[in-house]
Structure formats: structure tokens, C-alpha cells
């Protein structure tokens, strides 16, 4: 099957590449399907490829000595991921894993350097990348060192309940919460109590409805 160019459009390493340029970039790219909850890549091994999510969504992780996980991103339709092993030549920070049925689009380490290679707006734009990851797990260390668990449970719901704009079919568990927000079920469990009774959100045959987003914004803030 023939790489979608609408897809790849919406890749940031393609930001400002002309129809022809984008074509030519698609030609080393090959499709490969992941059941859910299939394992796309594992921590500590070393990449093959660098992948972008054509559908579905991909769960980024690490886990520790005793199997606790740690979420600590959801790549959506167009986002990249292993670009950390790729670019580096280390194995992998995280392991990856299909949320729902995934379609991604693969290159090979060798194709896509030379790709960064042969086009310098490609490579600035995997700086900007790498830029927005750091920032994002800067974010992300802030809530865990700093943030209530209820603050850091109203931000994963304003980011990915019922979909963040992204198209998103991915429905979180309250397991799935709890490994992003680094802490235990029951207390995700409480916590999304909390806020329903605060009118919040509203929670209907364990769907997750946001009922006030400012409310959630201000919980955010205050929950520190």
C-alpha cells in the first residue's frame, strides 16, 4: 500500500517541503500494522527504524525493575516516534506499545539520516522536534515532583479525554492514568470521584465526559 502524502504533510520533520520534495521523501517509507497492545519497540534495545503513526495510537514507556510503567507519551496520527535512537545510534529511552490497532509508516535508520542529509530544512525541523521532547519531559518531571495527583489527573483528562483534536479512539483506563500521573489506580480512582462531584467532568459506564474545562484548568493550577 502507497504511503498517504496527507499523512506525511502533517509530520513535522516535512514542514515546509514542496509536493515533489514530499513525494521524494515518501519513497523509502514502508507500511507495517500492530495489533493492539502489540509491542512496537522495547527499552534498552536498539532501533531499526524510525516510525510515524498513519492511524491509531502509539503508548510511550518505561518500566521499572519491579514493572511498575510509566506513560510518557501518547503519539497520535502524524507524530513520530524512536527519532531519539535513530538520530543517536543508542537503543531505545522507551518502549512502545499499540493503544488500538496501529498503521505506521517506517524508514530505515540508514534512509532517514540520509534524508536529513540531503534536506537541511529536514534536519532543522528534527532540532525543533527534539526541542518539543525535551520541553515535554520537562513538563512532565514538573508535574511529578511538584503537582497534586488530582492537578496532574485533570491535566492527562484535558489532553486525552474523548480525544485531544487528534482524532483519537484511544479510551484511557484509569490503569492508564495512573501510569502517566506515577501513581497507584485507586488513587486516579478517588481523584476522578473528586472531580465529578465538583461538576467537573461526568463519568457514564467508565466514559469520561469533561463537564467544566475551566474548572479542570483552575485545578491544574491550584493543585500544587
Same mark, same amino acid.
Given at each position: 500500500m502507497a504511503v498517504d502524502l496527507q499523512?506525511?504533510?502533517?509530520? $513535522?520533520? +516535512? $514542514?515546509? +517541503?514542496?509536493?515533489d520534495e514530499l513525494g521524494e521523501a515518501a519513497r523509502p517509507f514502508f507500511e507495517q500494522s500492530f495489533k493492539r497492545g502489540e509491542i512496537i519497540a522495547l527499552e534498552d534495545e536498539l532501533a531499526d527504524n524510525l516510525y510515524i503513526v498513519a492511524s491509531g495510537v502509539v503508548k510511550l514507556f518505561k518500566t521499572s525493575a519491579d514493572g511498575k510503567e510509566q506513560i510518557m507519551y501518547l503519539a497520535h496520527v502524524g507524530e513520530s516516534i524512536s527519532d531519539v535512537p535513530v538520530i543517536d545510534g543508542l537503543p531505545n529511552p522507551a518502549s512502545a506499545q499499540a493503544m488500538i490497532p496501529v498503521d505506521l509508516y517506517g524508514i530505515n535508520n540508514v534512509d532517514m539520516l540520509a534524508l536529513l542529509d540531503k534536506y537541511p530544512k529536514a534536519k532543522q525541523n528534527a532540532l525543533k522536534i527534539l526541542a518539543d521532547r525535551v520541553r515535554h519531559l520537562s513538563a512532565l518531571v514538573e508535574d511529578l515532583s511538584f503537582k497534586h495527583v488530582i492537578g496532574r489527573v485533570a491535566a492527562i483528562l484535558l489532553k486525552y479525554a474523548g480525544g485531544d483534536g487528534a482524532g483519537s479512539k484511544a479510551r484511557l483506563t484509569q490503569q492508564d492514568m495512573a501510569a502517566m500521573a506515577g501513581t497507584a489506580r485507586e488513587v486516579v480512582g478517588r481523584s476522578l470521584k473528586m472531580l465529578e462531584a465538583d461538576g467537573a467532568i461526568s463519568m457514564n459506564r467508565h466514559r469520561i465526559v469533561i463537564s467544566n474545562k475551566k474548572a479542570l484548568e483552575n485545578m491544574i493550577e491550584t493543585a500544587v
Amino acid at each position: 500500500m502507497a504511503v498517504d502524502l496527507q499523512i506525511l504533510k502533517r509530520v $513535522a520533520y +516535512f $514542514a515546509g +517541503f514542496t509536493p515533489d520534495e514530499l513525494g521524494e521523501a515518501a519513497r523509502p517509507f514502508f507500511e507495517q500494522s500492530f495489533k493492539r497492545g502489540e509491542i512496537i519497540a522495547l527499552e534498552d534495545e536498539l532501533a531499526d527504524n524510525l516510525y510515524i503513526v498513519a492511524s491509531g495510537v502509539v503508548k510511550l514507556f518505561k518500566t521499572s525493575a519491579d514493572g511498575k510503567e510509566q506513560i510518557m507519551y501518547l503519539a497520535h496520527v502524524g507524530e513520530s516516534i524512536s527519532d531519539v535512537p535513530v538520530i543517536d545510534g543508542l537503543p531505545n529511552p522507551a518502549s512502545a506499545q499499540a493503544m488500538i490497532p496501529v498503521d505506521l509508516y517506517g524508514i530505515n535508520n540508514v534512509d532517514m539520516l540520509a534524508l536529513l542529509d540531503k534536506y537541511p530544512k529536514a534536519k532543522q525541523n528534527a532540532l525543533k522536534i527534539l526541542a518539543d521532547r525535551v520541553r515535554h519531559l520537562s513538563a512532565l518531571v514538573e508535574d511529578l515532583s511538584f503537582k497534586h495527583v488530582i492537578g496532574r489527573v485533570a491535566a492527562i483528562l484535558l489532553k486525552y479525554a474523548g480525544g485531544d483534536g487528534a482524532g483519537s479512539k484511544a479510551r484511557l483506563t484509569q490503569q492508564d492514568m495512573a501510569a502517566m500521573a506515577g501513581t497507584a489506580r485507586e488513587v486516579v480512582g478517588r481523584s476522578l470521584k473528586m472531580l465529578e462531584a465538583d461538576g467537573a467532568i461526568s463519568m457514564n459506564r467508565h466514559r469520561i465526559v469533561i463537564s467544566n474545562k475551566k474548572a479542570l484548568e483552575n485545578m491544574i493550577e491550584t493543585a500544587v
